[in-house]
Structure formats: C-alpha cells, structure tokens
C-alpha cells in the first residue's frame, strides 16, 4: 500500500538588505542621489538622514515611511502626493534575497489607500527588481500601498511544522495497522 503526500512548503523569505531608489525622470535614473538601504524587518522614515528623504523629492517636513518585513514591502506618505509629470515618477526595490537561495516571483500590490488610480500593471518586475511607477499620481491626502511579495523556490524548501506532523502521525497510524493485522 503506497500513500503519496503532497505537503506546502513554507518559504524563508526575505532576508538582509533591501535598495529603495527614487526613480525620476525615467525608469533607469535615480533622482539626485535618491537611494538608501532599507533592513528587513525596519523601516525608513523621512524627514531624516537617509539619502532617500534628503534628496530633495519629498518636502523638508513631509512624512513619509518605506518598511520591509520577510514577505512584504510598504510604503506610506503622510499628505500632498504630486506625481505629475508625465515621464516615470516612481520607486525601485532592489537586491531582494531570500534566506532559502529563491528568487521573486511575483510582487501582488494590495492594502491601497489614497493612491485611486494605482493598479498592479503599475508594477513591474526586471531582473529580480519591483519597479512602483506612480506616474501622474496626484492626491492632496496622502496614501498607502502594501507589496506582498512571492517567491520561487530556491536550493531547498522546508516543510511547515504542522506539515511534519501531519505526515509523522499517517505514518505511525500505518505501522500500528500493519501490526495488528499481522496478530490477527
């Protein structure tokens, strides 16, 4: 008697460093210097020191935070979102590593407020990297936006606890029913 499992696995996610880079006026060019690293499980606020809030994008007063944690990127601006030029006007993350050697597969934009005309084709992912362009955004209260990432596997996957479990019990139980059948 052959029983076949099939069992999720869960993935490490992300881990170390994340590059955030303001990106205007066209997808390759970051604004004035506009980059910073962002550690996963923190998040980088402006007004502050950071390159990002620096560089002259954002207003000297205006609040605005980036956060990363292992299977999400966020992104908040306190008010006077002005996205209006018409060339790209947007945001890069990159050097997205995993802790179990997998690469992005997918980055599912949700838990959006204040950004009306954002859709996920606003999203875009080259080489590993998730590209936001908010070109032409403009909305004076301010937003949110909320990147849950997905990832491919990598050299090896785990399976969840309650997966191990589940198959160390199936195996027990058929031991003791081969065992009985064998007194019987």
Do not use: K, W
Not at 21 to 32: E, G, M, V, Y
Not at 122 to 143: A, K, R, Y
């Amino acid at each position: 008697m052959a029983i076949l499992l099939a069992a999720p696995y869960a993935h490490a996610g992300l881990i170390g460093d994340v590059t955030v880079s303001i990106l205007f006026p066209a997808s390759s060019t970051i604004f004035n210097g506009a980059t910073d690293s962002l550690a996963v499980g923190s998040s980088l606020s402006c007004p502050g020191s950071s390159h990002v809030c620096t560089a002259g994008f954002f207003g000297v007063s205006e609040d605005v935070t980036f956060s990363a944690t292992s299977g999400a990127i966020s992104f908040s601006q306190g008010c006077c979102i002005d996205y209006s030029s018409a060339a790209f006007n947007g945001y890069e993350f990159s050097n997205l590593d995993f802790a179990d050697s997998g690469t992005l597969a997918s980055a599912t934009l949700g838990s959006i407020s204040g950004f009306a005309q954002l859709t996920q084709s606003d999203v875009t992912i080259v080489s590993g990297d998730i590209f936001v362009n908010l070109q032409e955004f403009v909305d004076p209260s301010g937003g949110s936006f909320t990147l849950t990432l997905t990832e491919t596997s990598g050299g090896t996957t785990v399976p969840e606890p309650g997966t191990a479990v589940f198959a160390g019990s199936a195996l027990l139980a058929m031991l003791a029913a081969f065992r009985m059948r064998e007194r019987c």
